[in-house]
């Protein structure tokens, strides 16, 4: 470890834990953007006129328009106030979900999918840059766990009602909500984010320094396999478990509320081992569990009480490895955490694609 996150926040600044819930929310709004077509490919295909495999590359584009478009941004935005860019990112995830919801065509689907991908590679690797800021080094666990716990939250609810809504009202109503949530962050943002955050900045150099040094290039390496791990299954288990259960749309959506509810669970946990034991070891101890869950996935087909439970443990240890991931790589070298952090969602955004 090289010290403390090199950080200034002035003392007028609103509470940090408001600040961690607000950015939290936003990275709500963002995950659902992300994820939510997991549960309509069926309907968004039928509408579009395209196979669900096209559908699935609207989730590919997003994931590398991301990964592209994060250390981009981060290297030419470092003198942007941080609550602005916050700000601006969630005016992308409005911008390119309303075009979703209102796209006669494919083609311009797709583009708005990259569209609200770059809101997302704006948002998301600053949201956890701030809130690690914000915290002494003994509560950066917490602190990374409130504000991933934001994803966790849109697999736990947003992206099952999502996925309702989509079946039910029809696909585009759950780009529209989207939106309003979107919106509900950036009110949020504006009453508890303070406006003078500073953070670590980066330019194309640093990115540069990142990847020479071997050990930020390990865990970037890790994260790239472990997220891709876990979307190998994710992206299409909508359609997966209409396949092999009898369930209707209430019953697909309770299992994944199961998924995400185990995922909000890992990740407050993650967050608490990790402040107390180290990242590394809370770490090693999701990714054992996190492979034999794996494994275990097909026997939800032989029954629904021990798929479900598979399905919680699934979710809470895919999603806990996350905290303590990013812990591991800010303290690696504190210095070039703006730039590891952008780079460690561009490879997460890899794996996903």
């Not at 689907?109 to 704006?122: E, W, Y």
């Not at 609810?157 to 999502?162: R, S, T």
């Not at 290039?217 to 396999?225: T, V």
Request: a positive charge; glycine letters at 10%; proline letters at 4%.
């Amino acid at each position: 470890m090289h010290g403390k996150l090199p950080t200034t926040v002035t003392n007028n600044q609103p509470s940090p834990n408001s600040a961690l819930y607000a950015m939290a929310f936003g990275n709500f709004a963002a995950g659902i953007s992300s994820l939510v077509i997991a549960g309509i490919t069926t309907e968004m295909a039928a509408d579009l006129n395209v196979s669900q495999g096209q559908i699935g590359m609207l989730v590919t584009i997003f994931s590398l328009a991301y990964a592209l478009g994060s250390p981009i941004i981060a290297a030419f935005t470092g003198n942007v106030n941080r609550r602005q860019l916050l700000i601006i990112g969630q005016i992308l995830v409005i911008v390119g979900n309303a075009m979703v919801a209102i796209a006669p065509t494919y083609g311009l689907t797709f583009l708005a999918r990259i569209v609200s991908a770059l809101g997302s590679a704006t948002f998301v690797p600053l949201a956890l840059l701030v809130a690690i800021s914000l915290v002494e080094p003994e509560k950066q666990g917490q602190a990374s766990a409130v504000v991933l716990g934001g994803f966790a939250l849109s697999t736990a609810l947003g992206v099952p009602i999502g996925a309702y809504i989509g079946i039910t009202l029809g696909w585009r109503a759950s780009f529209a909500i989207v939106c309003v949530l979107a919106i509900i962050a950036i009110l949020c943002i504006l009453r508890w984010v303070g406006t003078d955050i500073k953070t670590p900045v980066a330019n194309l150099r640093t990115f540069g320094t990142v990847l020479k040094n071997r050990l930020l290039a390990l865990l970037l390496s890790i994260s790239i396999l472990h997220v891709a791990a876990a979307m190998v299954v994710y992206a299409f288990v909508g359609a997966w478990l209409r396949e092999i259960t009898t369930l209707e749309a209430s019953g697909i959506t309770l299992l994944l509320i199961l998924s995400g509810v185990g995922a909000i669970f890992g990740t407050i946990y993650a967050g608490r081992s990790t402040d107390r034991f180290g990242a590394r070891i809370t770490q090693l101890v999701m990714l054992v569990c996190f492979v034999f869950t794996i494994l275990a996935l097909p026997l939800t087909e032989t029954s629904l009480l021990l798929g479900g439970v598979i399905i919680l443990i699934w979710g809470a240890m895919g999603q806990g490895f996350m905290p303590p991931h990013a812990i591991r790589i800010t303290n690696a070298n504190p210095d070039l955490a703006s730039a590891s952090l952008s780079l460690n969602s561009s490879c997460l955004n890899l794996g996903i694609s």
